[in-house]
């Protein structure tokens, strides 16, 4: 099992420097950071008085780290979920907020638990979870991802706009769907046919 540290520096990497979509709600980001993040948080890392773009141009590596374990991994209670599932739903926390965790309460009630779908670990959610992961072992990992992926082209589906970052330009798996993919057993992930199936409507 990788350390928190290890889990968020490959976020980060995953994340990369600095970008400004106009078609990424997020807004502006570097490492993974929003100007939104850094607004709430209050970080004005310039002294200017205000929180802008220069600070987000600004925001080193390492604080990005910090953030996300302080902000995305202990503040919502990622620590208290069994340990495998910990990094795909960290790495989504980051991605979605707390959709991340809507999503695992979701699977965790496909499955025939009772629980509520809040987006807020609390001792519900960590004892679905455990008694899943005790059920299940590696498969509710899978699960997850998969969940995961499906999230992303749901998303795809509803807004155009986003379909970038599920599909490339030549039709084939875009950052998000390689993302949930890297936390899902090889013998799951989508071949490039039954990708390119899933997409076809988007033209």
Known sequence: MLSVRQIANEIVAREGGYVNDPNDP??????????????????DLDGDGDVDEADVMALPRDRAVEIFIEHYYFRPR??????????????????AGSNAVRILQRLLRDMGLEIAVDGVIGP??????????DRAGAQLVDAYGIARRNYYYAIADRRPASRRYAMRRDGGK????????????????????????RVASWG
């Open 26 to 43: 997020g807004g502006a980001t570097n490492f993974g950071v929003t100007i939104h993040t850094m607004r709430r948080l209050g970080l």
């Open 174 to 197: 875009g950052g998000w769907i390689v993302r949930a993919e890297e936390f899902i057993s090889p013998e799951y992930h989508l071949t490039e046919e039954e990708h390119r199936e």
């Open 78 to 95: 990622i620590d208290a979920l069994p340990e495998p599932l910990q990094p795909s739903v960290f790495d989504m926390q980051v991605n």
């Open 124 to 133: 519900q959610t960590i004892a679905a979870a455990t008694a899943a992961h």
